[in-house]
């Protein structure tokens, strides 16, 4: 390679090209590029200082080896190896991404529906994501700029051995979820998601290995296993392994192949499915309040005064505190408290109505509360009841969490009893 071939390849690197593993070489060798980026032309500039310099003909053909990697890369990346950068590109001006995740394999029943929207700046607009129960729509949950409105659609809700029918529209505004959905929208749409892995294995939490077809024929697969409590923002789940399915051609994500990582082997629990990219959504797809029935009760979170202020307790004091005056109210039969200890504020009679056939007696123990999956402190414990007639021990389980749309006060979710 000649002096006029070195110096087109440089030529046509630019002066915002030449990667880093160029300068970092040139920098080690004594070569000024703070002074290459000033003056014009780049190239000669940068010519005569790798000529000047002290460094050895090995490091100079190692220059010029990456610079010609690098325009091979740039001209030609389907005949390179894959890198995320690729799929990054390749969805970067890309504002609608949809999707569906599939459950139970290889039947593939659908479990989620799920649109985000970004603006023309990279953030993220609006969510929404519908949630499926044997074929049918349960939950709607739409997220608008800070704002939430979430259509629970569940024919019925158990509280111990009653029932509560449910079929509201709740609105709030909570800074903890907006980052759940948040991390749902950068976890799961493609736009994000890689750049996510990518920053994880920075921090040792996944290992990553790519596979790419033979003559780029078939899917570029990408592997993630994560440790323990990583896969989820503030979940306590096993170990867990994705395998993404990118298409050679296109570079976009076709498919995401879940699995739990068991002690027998990875077990296959689901898969996100990438149905289109870039198709503009249906108008009010984002607008839950123009969409359901009028019938359907609308409910303020932010409006409501329900739960117990945290104050200076810790998580697992404040889930016990509230379970006990929940259970106290039930054992005086104070149906009105009990109806503001629960995260959706309940009125005395609908209070009565769910509880009223729990005949509790005194409470004989209450054990340490555990944290689950879903971040609910579960407080297990055991009362004396009166139950057709006679009185039993009975034991059973409190669900506490934070109320949504207040953060410093606290609910009792009501488990059924075993």
Not at 33 to 52: A, C, D, G
Not at 134 to 140: F, H, R
Not at 170 to 176: G, L, M, P, T, V
Not at 181 to 192: E, H, M, Q, V, W
């Amino acid at each position: 390679m000649d002096r006029e071939n070195i110096e087109e390849i440089l030529k046509q690197l630019g002066s915002e090209s030449v990667p880093a593993d160029v300068q970092k070489i040139a920098e080690e060798t004594g070569i000024d590029f703070s002074e290459t980026l000033t003056k014009q032309p780049r190239h000669y500039v940068l010519w005569e200082n790798i000529m000047r310099s002290r460094i050895t003909k090995l490091a100079a053909a190692a220059i010029i080896a990456v610079a010609v990697l690098a325009i091979i890369f740039s001209e030609h990346p389907s005949n390179t190896a894959y890198a995320f950068e690729q799929t990054m590109a390749a969805v970067n001006s890309i504002r609608y991404f949809h999707f569906k995740m599939f459950d139970n394999p290889p039947d593939r029943t659908l479990c989620r529906d799920a649109w985000v929207e970004y603006d023309p700046n990279g953030t993220v607009k609006n969510t929404r994501c519908d949630f499926y129960d044997k074929g049918k729509i349960t939950e709607s949950i739409v997220w608008k700029e800070g704002k939430t409105e979430d259509w629970v659609r569940g024919e019925e809700l158990r509280w111990f051995n009653g029932l509560t029918y449910l079929k509201e529209l709740r609105f709030f505004e909570d800074a903890n979820y907006s980052a759940k959905i948040l991390f749902f929208a950068s976890r799961y749409n493609p736009k994000g998601a890689l750049e996510y892995l990518n920053n994880l294995e920075k921090e040792g939490k996944v290992t990553i290995q790519i596979e790419e077809p033979a003559a780029g024929q078939g899917d570029i697969l990408v592997t993630a296993t994560f440790e323990p409590n990583t896969y989820l923002l503030q979940r306590q789940v096993p170990a867990m392994k994705d395998v993404y399915h990118i298409d050679s051609a296109s570079k976009l994500v076709k498919t995401v192949e879940i699995f739990r990582l068991d002690p027998n082997g990875p077990k296959a629990v689901g898969s996100w499915e990438y149905c289109d990219y870039n198709l503009p959504f249906a108008p009010g797809l984002f607008d839950l309040d123009k969409e359901v029935p009028p019938d359907v009760n609308r409910i303020d979170m932010m409006a409501m005064d329900n739960g117990i202020e945290q104050g200076n307790l810790s998580d697992s004091e404040i889930a016990v505190e509230a379970a006990t005056q929940f259970l106290d109210a039930l054992i005086y039969e104070n149906y009105a408290l009990a109806g503001k200890l629960v995260p959706e504020e309940m009125t005395e009679e609908q209070a009565r109505q769910a509880f009223g056939d729990f005949h509790i007696l005194r409470v004989i123990s209450m054990d340490k509360p555990k944290l689950n999956e879903y971040m609910f402190w579960m407080v297990p414990f055991k009362a004396e009841i009166e139950k057709d007639g006679e009185t039993i021990e009975q034991e059973s389980v409190l669900n506490v969490s934070r109320v949504l749309g207040h953060p410093t006060r606290w609910g009792v979710w009501v488990g059924e009893l075993k």
